[in-house]
């Protein structure tokens, strides 16, 4: 939400003054001048190169605007003939700054991280001559601007722009640039989409509020002539545009209206859809007799928005249903906004055939609004469960953490952080290429990563929590060794520059933990080969490296890098592979002291002095000699070849070593002979003892991950993967197994339950390329780039039968969904049918050039219908799309879709097909051009069109069963979308592969993804059930897939993780009754004090305990008898919860002991009473469903003045909602608007909104099937529920939030007398206490989340928190009222300035109270009533009391007043 100061839209140049150039800059010939036509003040901004002359705002780069609207509006005209630039510096929520830049210089779109470069298509007035042009020639589309240029209004969508091209939140607007040559008139900035050509009275008669569409604001608006339309004058570009003809790589007038609305507003009255006619020329392009539609038929048309496609029909089926003149309104609410609303397209008569657009009134899936936009919900709906898969760039790098419990290691662009113990899986995402190298600090708290390839980056992050410190470029073309000091203040790393050679780096890392940034400490380039780096575990500054014929050892001086070779003598032609440093720590040493262990591919192992730089030995390792025993050479002498040796470990007892021979070794320091060795099946590439000397974690070149526990000698593999890319997949549901080919010639089986190896296949001469499960029977069907097609059965596991009915590489193999049929083509255009009816499969029709032989190999190239039916497939051209009968091959339709896109002079060609459930009929076609068309499969008709789908052409399809959601995968992500597309963002895109994704399906049971490519992604899909309920309350009902699902640990939370976990259901723990008495503070040295001592005691006098609810529900309630202070601890909490519809059942309801006075009411008008109830609800009430209600509400007149703090108003952020009856109104105090949120079934006593305000909190009473009151949690950004507590038996009297918004404190009526604790967070009961008398109010002190406060009969009560770990111990203090007031009830209270609370009490008097000694210093006499309000803002105090005054109090001097005691007045 906006500031409330640039709501509803900012004029930028009225409010930074841009004429007195005080907070703006201007550099070259920019001149205030009078436009004749816009009669009004432009900036005219001209010079022979752009970038000579601008206008800036502000003044200077270190400032920033603030500007937090979503849209920027920039009312502009390109001169004629000439170039511009426009710079707009963009502020992420990470804290990023992305510059976006748009020229007419630009001729193709250019991203980075960090900027955004659009070519701006400046395009004539409509109907010249260079418009005409224009139109049918692409050349000249982009460069200087035409002659006849007009006036823009150009509104930037930045928060798409950013989410859509750098998968970026959008913060805030920093700076402005705009660079001759152009006019200026004005910039605009808010979170409303604004019509130009839309009137105030139209916009009413329309209704265009509740879409988020508003007319443009008259300063910010064109003159337009009385008769003419703005549309007619000007340009309107909105960007990003659905409907672009260049789709998202440029920015030009695509529509003659604006997009957002969902309309062109000529008639403000809903127009039915008109007929669109098909020319000629197309015509005779249809294949098909009869059955050819086109959502775009006609150039003059608005391009279709992928947020609403029309569904188009033939003529023939039957005329539209006519709507009566009273019901368009009905009609048009009822249907999702399209293109067919948009109002009438010019209809061309060619005597052709007539196609009709509209859309189907199906069910919508739920949505919700983000700002001005509808989103699928929920957001997000994937979640990255599982990754199988290890390396990518490199296979040495693996590390253990401080505690030996888990192992890090790259998985090619993605970090795994992999419990040893229970498998669970954390990921570090934000690198876009394979991670080349990792390090540790020495605590494990700080993780460095390299990213290889030309952007070759380092990220630093905080691994507790998961969050990138600091990302870096390396000033190395590719890193390949990374090294921590043990403080983590210096990092090194050493790769390759432009030319090849070797670059060592040293960076200082010390202020990357406080939010500083990574320095760049000494580069220094050599001609020396080196294979590893360390840094010195006792010098910061020094380092030892060892390559090719050398060993160095480094330091950093004055900032420059200076080394020095170890002499190596006769071993100076070894190629050395790793070192390691002596590990422990000997008094009488120096901490320089140390021996280097350095290994080489001869076997060798030389160990150096390091202080003294000279070698101490050397050996040689060899292989075992016949008697079973190694042989050691350690003259070094020529004794046959050695061990070649790849990766080196020490600890202070052993030595691990790991070697080409596939064998991790354990040897004694001094490697007299092998304590230990385990084989793999390929060579070693890295060890890595753990901490604790009790695991040597092991990894080998072929992507295997595992350790050796050397106590109980068990090796555990942790990961197996396969070497190369993944080509397909296969899963079936019955055994829960999957199945995967890779470029690696293997083919692997899989375990979906513990995702571990089963089976793994090895093709020798072949490459498998395709691959398919039987659907019930353990039958697993392989195709090879051979032209073989193999059956194995996985029970017995055999060779069943092999077909060679193909020559060439397998590019389609499926089985139809019941098993009878199995499918096969290959790159020449041959498909098989199969029968499986038998366990041997055999061949029943084989066809020649069916299948198209240009489309390459795909999982996706053979496609069965879910009826086992139809069979669909590209062919036999790449233009067609061919749909047989599945039993016999025979030919049912043909589809040309080369001719369904009339905006290029290039054939589209199909990629992917994919069946929809079959209810539906619907085929789903992927494109070349970016596109998924939707065919019915009986008339072979376009249903609707989606555009664009991915940035290159969409890789895989997959859509649910139940026809709700539409998976599809391009370029390196994944997008989930709602196949009905009734949003306005109908996908959510997901990254994470680092090479493009080969194929992405649903599991059987729909609970799960699995997208494969350089690895395989297990995702948990957590939409919403087809009944689903509410959004925000909705949770992922965890599938049986796979274990763990609801015990999965979530105690590690990193930045990088996906999805949003649902709010948990309060704790019912039975509440602590606490008797509170007088305290007096006569020798109290401090006002809060605990006695251990008596709570260990337990005696009689000094305590006493008391069971509520369940026995184990115990609350120790300390009365300490020298201070007379109360403290109150939870000792066992017994956590249960209930859905908020769940009926409470005996077992479960609190017994609350008998309290020290009876539930009568206090004489207090500020304590709520509910209004008396004259009717209740029927029994068999039923709501209507979702979207079904006959009648909504739409305004509400009235407030709710029996209500107790029910009005809220932050003026912040202009937030302002109040209640009637059990309804919440928030309302827009700007525009008048209303919103209702809907969640209470009895009356709202009160209301708290969290000082953020983006949390409301809600009470009413108990419903009648509810044993408790109902206090909603409210998402004030969304508008929804986003939780439910219960816990108070009659009534909430008052609610407060924290100062940090951490806690939420609710206190009952006085039948109820109790005060919770909730932990916002999670919304869990923190601490429930039963006080003895009713309160009527209570407030969390400003200062201290810690202090809070609460008055009642003749007292305050001070309550402090007291957090050990998660545990939450309330101490109070009672502070009676002074004697003079009498007997007294305190009913009202807020926090002032300088540790001061004020109360008021039932017979008009102000109290002062001094909050760190907890005693009243000052009374006035403010009314002759009972005081119920008080609010206190800076130096003012108001107060509001029964007699119907409010009256403004000064209290600047109150602070003074407090030295003088409690003789003040």
């Not at 798409?160 to 700076?175: A, G, P, Q, T």
């Not at 949003?983 to 994470?992: A, K, R, S």
Request: net charge neutral; charged share 20%.
């Amino acid at each position: 939400m906006a500031a409330a100061w640039q709501r509803p839209y900012l004029n930028v140049f009225k409010h930074f003054r841009v004429e007195e150039w005080k907070r703006s800059a201007r550099e070259g010939d920019v001149t205030a001048l009078t436009d004749a036509r816009l009669k009004g003040t432009v900036y005219r901004i001209r010079s022979s190169v752009p970038a000579s002359s601008y206008l800036q705002l502000p003044r200077t780069g270190t400032q920033s605007l603030g500007l937090v609207g979503r849209y920027l509006y920039l009312l502009f005209r390109p001169m004629p003939h000439k170039h511009f630039v426009v710079h707009l510096d963009v502020a992420t929520e990470e804290n990023q700054v992305v510059r976006i830049s748009f020229s007419n210089l630009f001729k193709e779109f250019k991203s980075t991280a960090t900027w955004l470069q659009f070519p701006f298509v400046c395009r004539a007035a409509d109907g010249s001559a260079c418009n005409r042009t224009s139109r049918t020639s692409r050349r000249d589309l982009m460069g200087a601007a035409p002659a006849d240029v007009r006036w823009t209004c150009l509104v930037l969508d930045l928060h798409s722009i950013l989410s859509l091209y750098v998968n970026r939140c959008y913060s805030h607007l920093k700076s402005i640039k705009l660079c001759s040559n152009l006019l200026v008139k004005n910039l605009c900035t808010s979170d409303l989409v604004f019509d130009p050509g839309v009137t105030f009275s139209e916009a009413r008669q329309a209704n265009l509020a509740c879409r988020g569409v508003a007319p443009m604001p008259r300063e910010m608006a064109f003159p337009v002539p009385k008769g003419e339309k703005w549309h007619n004058l000007y340009d309107y570009i909105r960007f990003p545009s659905e409907g672009s003809k260049l789709a998202y790589d440029s920015i030009q007038k695509s529509c003659p209206g604006p997009v957002a609305g969902g309309q062109v507003l000529e008639d403000p009255v809903h127009q039915l859809p008109q007929p669109v006619t098909l020319t000629k020329a197309v015509r005779d392009r249809l294949s098909l007799i009869h059955q050819i539609t086109s959502p775009k038929a006609m150039p003059h048309r608005c391009p279709v928005m992928t947020e609403s496609i029309p569904e188009v029909h033939l003529a023939a089926p039957g005329p539209l249903r006519a709507v009566p003149a009273g019901d368009k309104e009905l009609e048009k609410d009822k249907r999702p906004h399209s293109v067919g609303d948009a109002g009438q397209s010019p209809a061309v008569s060619d005597g052709g055939i007539h196609v009709y657009a509209y859309q189907r009134s199906e069910q919508s899936i739920r949505g919700i609004r983000t700002g001005s936009q509808e989103g699928l919900l929920p957001d997000p709906i994937l979640k990255l469960r599982t990754i199988i898969g290890f390396g990518g760039c490199s296979t040495k790098w693996a590390l253990w953490t401080r505690n030996n419990t888990a192992v890090v290691y790259p998985c090619h662009a993605v970090i795994v952080t992999l419990q040893i113990q229970t498998r669970e899986q954390r990921f570090f995402i934000g690198h876009t290429d394979k991670v080349s190298a990792l390090a540790f600090n020495g605590n494990s708290t700080l993780l460095a990563s390299a990213q290889a390839g030309p952007l070759s980056v380092v990220r630093l992050w905080d691994f507790p929590t998961g969050s990138c410190l600091s990302v870096f470029k390396t000033h190395v073309h590719s890193l390949l060794s990374l090294s921590f000091s043990y403080s983590g203040a210096i990092l090194c790393g050493v790769g390759k520059d432009g030319h090849g050679k070797t670059t060592v780096v040293v960076w200082n890392a010390a202020q990357v933990t406080r939010g500083g940034e990574v320095a760049m400490l000494a580069k220094a380039h050599t001609d020396v080969d080196i294979c590893a780096l360390k840094i010195a575990f006792f010098d910061d500054t020094r380092m030892v490296s060892c390559g090719r014929d050398n060993i160095r050892l480094w330091r950093v001086r004055s900032g420059v890098l200076h080394s020095c070779p170890v002499n190596l003598g006769e071993y100076h032609s070894l190629e050395f592979t790793d070192l390691a440093f002596e590990e422990g720590h000997v008094a009488e040493r120096e901490p320089e002291d140390r021996t280097l262990f350095v290994c080489s591919k001869s076997g060798h192992v030389l160990e150096v002095d390091y202080k003294n730089v000279c070698m101490r030995s050397a050996r040689r390792l060899l292989p075992a000699q016949p008697q079973g025993c190694q042989q050691l050479d350690k003259t070094g002498g020529a004794a046959g070849p050695g061990i070649a040796i790849n990766s080196i470990s020490v600890s202070s007892t052993f030595c691990a070593t790991g070697s080409e021979d596939g064998y991790l070794r354990l040897w004694p320091l001094d490697f007299s002979a092998v304590i230990l060795e385990a084989e793999h099946e390929g060579p070693v590439s890295s060890v890595c003892i753990s901490l604790d000397n009790r695991k040597v974690l092991c990894t080998t070149i072929n992507g295997n991950l595992g350790y050796l526990d050397i106590q109980s000698r068990d090796y555990n593999t942790l990961m197996r993967s396969h070497e190369d890319s993944i080509l397909a997949f296969s899963v079936e549901g019955i055994w829960k197994q999957m199945a995967t080919v890779s470029q690696d010639n293997t083919i692997r089986v899989w375990d979906l339950v513990s995702m571990q190896q089963l089976y793994d296949f090895t093709a020798a001469e072949e490459m498998p390329c395709a691959v398919a499960f039987h659907p019930t029977q353990q039958i697993l069907a392989c195709g090879f780039d051979s032209g073989m097609v193999r059956t194995f059965s996985l029970a017995a596991s055999s060779l069943l039968v092999e077909h060679k009915q193909h020559r060439t590489v397998i590019t389609g193999l499926t089985f139809s969904p019941d098993g009878i049929f199995m499918f096969s083509s290959c790159l020449q255009g041959t498909l098989a049918l199969y029968s499986c009816k038998a366990q041997k499969s055999h061949v029943l029709r084989v066809l020649g050039n069916v299948v198209a032989q240009d489309a390459g190999n795909s999982s996706d190239a053979l496609v069965v219908s879910g009826d086992s039916r139809l069979m669909a497939f590209v062919g036999p051209s790449k233009y067609v799309v061919t749909v047989m009968e599945a039993c016999s091959l025979d030919e049912l339709l043909k589809v040309d879709i080369s001719i369904l896109n009339l905006n290029t002079t290039a054939s589209d060609s199909a990629v992917r097909v994919c069946f929809a459930p079959v209810p539906r009929g619907e085929l789903l076609v992927s494109t070349s051009s970016n596109k998924i068309l939707v065919l019915d499969t009986k008339t072979g008709r376009l249903v609707r069109e989606v555009s664009p789908v991915h940035k290159l052409s969409c890789s895989s399809l997959a859509l649910s069963k139940d026809g709700r959601y539409l998976l599809t995968a391009g370029d390196k992500v994944i997008k989930v979308w709602d196949y009905q597309m009734r949003f306005d963002i109908n996908f959510q895109v997901y990254i994470g592969h680092s090479e493009p994704v080969r194929q992405v399906s649903f599991t059987p049971d729909q609970g799960h993804v699995i997208s494969v490519g350089d690895a395989i992604f297990l995702w948990d899909f957590l939409a919403l059930p087809a009944e689903g309920s509410p959004p925000a309350r909705a949770h992922s009902s965890e599938s049986d897939l796979l274990p763990g699902a609801e015990g999965s640990s979530e105690k590690l939370k990193d930045a990088s993780e996906t999805p949003r976990q649902t709010v948990p259901l309060p704790l019912l723990s039975s509440p602590p009754c606490l008797d509170v008495g007088s305290v007096h503070q006569a020798g109290c040295p401090s006002i809060f004090s605990e006695s251990d001592k008596e709570e260990e005691a337990g005696l009689p006098g000094s305590s006493r305990m008391v069971a509520k609810g369940d026995k184990d529900a115990l609350v120790l309630v300390m009365e300490s008898v020298r201070n007379e202070e109360l403290v109150v601890r939870p000792k066992v909490r017994q956590e249960s919860s209930r859905s908020p519809g769940e009926p409470a059942n005996e077992s479960r309801k609190e017994t609350k002991s008998p309290k020290s006075q009876c539930s009568i009411r206090p004489d207090s008008y500020r304590h709520f009473t509910p209004r008396f109830k004259a009717s209740v609800l029927p029994q068999s009430f039923l709501s209507p469903p979702a979207g079904s209600e006959v009648l909504k509400l739409k305004a509400v007149i009235g407030y709710n003045g029996n209500g107790r703090g029910n009005m809220v108003w932050n003026p912040d952020t202009g937030f302002f909602a109040y209640t009637c009856g059990c309804i919440i109104v928030v309302e827009d105090l700007h525009l008048g608007s209303q919103n209702h949120w809907l969640g209470h079934a009895e009356e709202i006593s009160t209301l708290a909104v969290s000082h953020d305000a983006q949390v409301l909190a809600s009470a009413s009473g108990k419903r009648n099937e509810d044993s408790r009151c109902q206090i909603c949690i409210w998402n004030v950004q969304h508008g929804v529920c986003t939780a439910s507590l219960f816990h108070h038996e009659t009534q909430v009297q008052a609610m407060a939030f924290s100062q940090d918004d951490r806690f939420l404190v609710t206190l009952g009526d006085y039948s109820d007398q109790t005060v919770a604790l909730w932990n916002t967070c999670t919304y869990e009961l923190v601490s429930s206490t039963c006080i003895s008398e009713p309160v009527h109010d209570v407030a969390f002190s400003p200062f201290s989340y810690r202090e809070l406060a609460c008055v009642g009969k003749g007292a305050v009560m001070f309550w402090l928190l007291e957090q050990q770990g998660a545990d939450v111990n309330l101490k109070v203090h009672r502070a009676p009222a002074p004697d003079l007031l009498g007997l007294v009830e305190l009913t009202s209270l807020c926090y002032g300035a300088d540790t001061i609370l004020y109360s008021g009490t039932n017979s008009g008097q102000i109290c002062v109270w001094d909050t760190e000694t907890n005693h009243c210093f000052m009374t006035w006499e403010a009314d002759e009533g009972e005081i119920g309000v008080l609010v206190c803002r800076h130096n003012r105090l108001m107060s509001g009391s029964n007699t119907k005054r409010i009256r403004l109090w000064a209290v600047a001097t109150v602070p003074e007043l407090k030295l003088k005691g409690p003789d003040a007045r």
